[in-house]
């Protein structure tokens, strides 16, 4: 599967020479190096519940791990918890080499932490800004030797960038890399520019491209490559002598590196290569990562001053304030009437999250290095947060109170949703033809929505308890959305809220028509199709002759004909799409991408075309009521694949997705 990758570190100083490296350096102590800024009072938890103690932590840990993991066919994992700028306690679980027997050294063993690598990038990039060589509110083009063209006249900021609301498109091909070698940063973003969909500042949409472009920025404006700037201004500065950015691992860190795994119970899988690497391309030890989250709870400890750190967490503008916003790089994650900041990540095999409460002075850090069975990693991440939380920071648990409008506004919730975080440019637009979200009623006339589920799979009973924001009657989970005119213009719930919102599907894509034309339309043209081969046995089974001649034999042949062709291209698109998230095989298949995109045009038009033509024929000739019928049918469902391909351009010309 693919998920969100990390950004590029932003930098500030004017220090050309890297210091020694990590890997060199003694072994780090389990707690981090002391911080300049004394962290604030941390808020004590009320009377009667559990105190934060490695004790406890421990504890509960060790009824919460080990089984999960193996319930879940998950390898190995590790969790770090800090709290008044010391490590509570760092726990490895489960194996980092599974054939080899090798346990987890919280310590020492390198996870991929996915997307929350892009932590690193906002702080280098906040590190510039510190330093005066970057503006969050000036066009990225100043910083750049490309251009990213403005979109309506409106160019993209790196306020836009940090908050994910530059407008970008989704991009997924190779996003992950294999066994090749990696162009430059500065390559890799020159080659494609995705197409913005949206105007800056209005729509979030998560964008790996977006991230990846700040690393660059930070990377032309400090003089230095991304890695070597990453290594001299985060990690020598803290430390961390078991992390790295570097694409492959340096030999020396390649003994400590976790293998990664879809299950447990299978082979390990290759190193991935992340090809905008400065959105997701890190492997760093639990124990480095405490050392980072004590720096950001201590206002930014050796990394940044008190005020920049203070302007980096503080909550952005949103449409809909009700929920987690985004803050610069960080997003929220209000949970018990506190305010975490966080970011998760995923790579085929690594699932993390890190969350970190300022005002309490405590962090928390999980990392997996298995997918596991049936999103499990999702679903542990979620309940290891919200156990955490209600054990160590918890608040009076009270049932919600149902507003008496309820029934009303969850009507104004029913329909078709498209994901802002979406391809909308090129022939992947089609995955949306089967993403997108229907919200239905449940018998108590609550919102039904499929996404949003307990860890158990079953639907949320969601309670509204304000004007247009619901509550999970049994849980932390929270809906809110935006009501322009009487009418519901965005939506978004729990930790993707910050970052991408769902809006209401236009008419011409809706799949709750266009689906089942579709099906009609492949239903009757494979039915036709069938037709050909089927009369032909029959006729010569019996001895009968095809009653056509002339130009209409050559329809009857030619639609048929064309039938099979479009099916054909159906199929192949079905191999093409079905492909995507098989990172391995990018770039294999442009020539079948080619083909399909050419001979699909053909075709789909040719079909609808020579439809409409065997209809006429049909209808001016002494044919029966069936051959009628059935040619009407044939041009319907010429139509709605036509209208298909061209909605979601299987239609167009071009091998990036």
Avoid at 211 to 227: H, K, N, Q, W
Avoid at 235 to 257: C, D, E, T
Avoid at 385 to 404: G, H, S, T
Wanted: net charge positive; glycine share 10%.
């Amino acid at each position: 599967m693919w998920k969100r990758s990390l950004k590029m570190l932003a930098a500030g100083l004017l220090g050309i020479a890297i210091g020694v490296p990590a890997f060199t350096q003694s072994p780090p102590p389990l707690t981090p190096i002391p911080q300049t800024q004394a962290p604030p009072a941390p808020v004590a938890p009320p009377a009667g519940n559990p105190a934060l103690t490695k004790a406890d932590a421990d504890t509960w840990l060790d009824g919460f791990m080990p089984y999960a993991l193996a319930r879940g066919d998950v390898a190995g994992a590790v969790v770090v918890i800090v709290k008044g700028g010391q490590v509570v306690t760092q726990r490895g679980f489960g194996y980092s080499d599974v054939a080899k027997r090798k346990p987890v050294d919280p310590a020492t063993t390198l996870f991929r932490p996915g997307s929350t690598s892009k932590l690193y990038t906002w702080t280098a990039v906040m590190q510039q800004v510190e330093a005066g060589k970057l503006d969050l509110d000036a066009d990225v083009n100043r910083y750049l030797d490309f251009k990213i063209p403005a979109y309506q006249g409106k160019p993209v900021t790196l306020r836009n960038i940090m908050t994910h609301t530059a407008g970008f498109e989704e991009m997924i091909k190779k996003l992950m890399i294999f066994d090749k070698p990696l162009p430059s940063l500065g390559d890799v973003l020159k080659h494609r520019i995705p197409k913005r969909i949206y105007e800056p500042g209005s729509t979030p949409a998560y964008s790996n491209y977006a991230t990846a472009l700040a690393g660059y920025i930070v990377e032309r404006v400090s003089g230095m490559p991304f890695d070597d700037y990453i290594e001299k201004n985060i990690f020598n500065r803290l430390g961390m002598q078991y992390a790295s950015f570097r694409q492959p691992l340096p030999a020396q860190l390649k003994p400590h590196m976790a293998q990664g795994y879809l299950l447990a119970s299978g082979p390990a899988q290759k190193y991935e290569l992340v090809g905008l690497a400065p959105a997701g391309a890190a492997a760093i030890s639990g124990g480095d990562m405490a050392k980072f989250m004590i720096a950001h709870l201590n206002n930014g400890g050796p990394l940044l001053s008190p005020a920049t750190a203070q302007r980096m967490y503080a909550p952005q503008p949103s449409a809909i304030p009700a929920i987690n916003t985004m803050a610069l790089g960080f997003y929220e994650q209000r949970i018990n009437g506190r305010r975490a900041i966080a970011h998760g990540g995923d790579t085929l095999y690594f699932h993390s999250d890190l969350w970190i409460f300022p005002q309490e002075n405590v962090g928390l850090y999980i990392s997996m290095n298995s997918d596991g069975k049936e999103g499990v990693t999702r679903v542990l991440r979620g309940a290891l947060f919200e156990e955490f939380a209600d054990r160590y920071l918890p608040a009076p648990n009270k049932a919600p109170v149902e507003l008496p409008t309820a029934k009303e506004h969850a009507k104004l919730l029913v329909g078709t949703w498209t994901n802002s975080r979406r391809v909308d440019s090129n022939f992947a637009k089609v995955i949306g033809l089967v993403g997108d979200i229907k919200i239905g009623l449940d018998a108590d006339g609550r919102p039904l929505i499929p996404v949003l589920t307990s860890p158990g799979g079953a639907p949320r009973k969601l309670i509204e308890v304000e004007p247009f924001v619901w509550r999970d009657a049994y849980g932390h989970e929270r809906l809110a959305a935006q009501v322009v005119d009487g009418k519901v213009a965005r939506w978004s719930f729990g930790e993707v809220s910050p970052f991408m919102v769902w809006y209401p599907t236009p008419a011409a894509l809706d799949p709750a028509w266009l689906m089942p034309a579709l099906l009609f339309g492949i239903a009757i043209v494979f039915l036709t199709a069938l037709a050909w081969p089927v009369g032909w046995f029959a006729r010569r089974r019996y001895g009968a002759s095809l009653a056509l001649q002339g130009e209409a034999l050559r329809t009857h042949r030619a639609v048929r004909g064309f039938a099979w062709l479009t099916l054909a291209v159906l199929v192949g698109w079905t191999m093409v799409i079905g492909g995507i998230e098989d990172f391995e095989s990018h770039g294999s298949t442009d020539w079948l991408i080619l083909l399909l995109q050419v001979v699909g045009t053909l075709a789909f038009f040719g079909l609808l075309g020579l439809a409409l033509w065997y209809a006429w024929q049909v209808w001016r000739g002494k044919r029966g009521w069936f051959a009628k019928l059935w040619s009407v049918l044939l041009v319907l469902g010429a139509a709605a694949i036509l209208w298909t391909a061209l909605a979601y351009k299987l239609i167009s010309f071009g091998i990036e997705f």
